[in-house]
């Protein structure tokens, strides 16, 4: 079994269109799994989802931005099962690479990235070809996709080749693991580095990391028309990229020192 940790807003009214495409798809694929669903706004949304069994939903109350990375680590404190998820809202794998991932994660005692490092954005006129409940979303979308033309850039009418090596969106482990590495860096803020900077860590205190490059094994990104669309004007950007310099510049003990302090 694993826990789906999601950090959730609602800054547009497509996000929170992709909350119930997420959790639906997830939860028919991965008939077992669970959720800890983190709310991080001033208003809270998504209170309804308490009512799920499945579901633990859980509110952080703030004023002056998002806490992405304090969101995860409650999660990550909740959670119940050996192995867990942090899973953007806007991202889908394929249910092969799900069950591949936790395999992974099992035989190797590292982390995965659940895909191959492709992520594929998906444009506002695919969205409208999804069905909120279709265990087949994946198939869907896939189909729309040229395999023979995933480099950078590419760009259709459906969609958009964002990156060919993130890392970003679906990041699978054992909590136990999580917690030796100190989990996400709470001195990020908002969003930005906080995902290359955990891959970064997690090498430099010698746990192991993986794709998945078999079977169906691209990210599929979901349209929400964010209202930070540029990062040069993202508030906190900068100094999240000053943060992950200076993590980059620690040592192995160093690192184990400074995780402490968060």
């Known amino acids: 079994?694993?826990?789906?940790?999601?950090?959730?807003?609602?800054?547009?009214e497509e996000r929170a269109l992709n909350v119930n495409i997420i959790i639906n798809y997830y939860r028919q694929v991965v008939p077992n799994c669970k959720f800890i669903i983190v709310e991080d706004d001033?208003?809270?949304?998504?209170?309804y989802l308490a009512k799920y069994d499945d579901i633990n939903y859980m509110q952080l109350y703030n004023y002056a931005h998002h806490k992405k990375c304090?969101?995860?680590?409650?999660?990550?404190?909740?959670?119940?099962t050996e192995i867990v998820c942090f899973l953007d809202i806007d991202c889908i794998t394929s249910k092969e690479n799900i069950y591949k991932a936790i395999d992974t994660v099992k035989s190797s005692k590292g982390l995965c990235i659940g895909y191959n490092g492709v992520c594929v954005y998906f444009s506002y006129k695919a969205k409208k070809l999804i069905n909120t409940v279709d265990v087949n979303l994946y198939d869907t979308l896939d189909q729309l996709v040229d395999k023979d033309s995933l480099v950078l850039n590419h760009t259709t009418e459906n969609y958009h080749i964002a990156n060919t090596r993130a890392v970003g969106g679906v990041l699978y482990g054992y909590?136990?693991?999580?917690?030796?590495?100190?989990?996400?860096?709470?001195?990020?803020?908002?969003w930005g580095y906080e995902d290359n900077?955990?891959?970064?860590?997690?090498?430099?205190?010698?746990?192991?990391?993986?794709?998945?490059?078999?079977?169906?094994?691209?990210?599929?990104h979901l349209p929400h028309k964010d209202l930070e669309t540029n990062e040069k004007d993202h508030g906190n950007y900068r100094s999240n990229e000053q943060e992950y310099l200076r993590v980059a510049s620690l040592n192995k003990q160093q690192m184990l020192e400074y995780i402490k302090k968060w």
Do not use: C, W
């Open 1 to 12: 079994m694993v826990t789906f940790i999601i950090h959730l807003r609602k800054d547009t």
């Open 42 to 47: 001033k208003v809270f949304n998504f209170d």
């Open 70 to 80: 304090e969101g995860y680590n409650l999660g990550l404190k909740h959670a119940d």
């Open 175 to 190: 909590k136990e693991t999580f917690n030796q590495i100190g989990g996400f860096n709470s001195n990020f803020k908002g």
């Open 197 to 220: 900077e955990i891959i970064l860590r997690s090498n430099r205190l010698e746990v192991p990391v993986f794709y998945i490059n078999t079977g169906k094994p691209l990210l599929f």
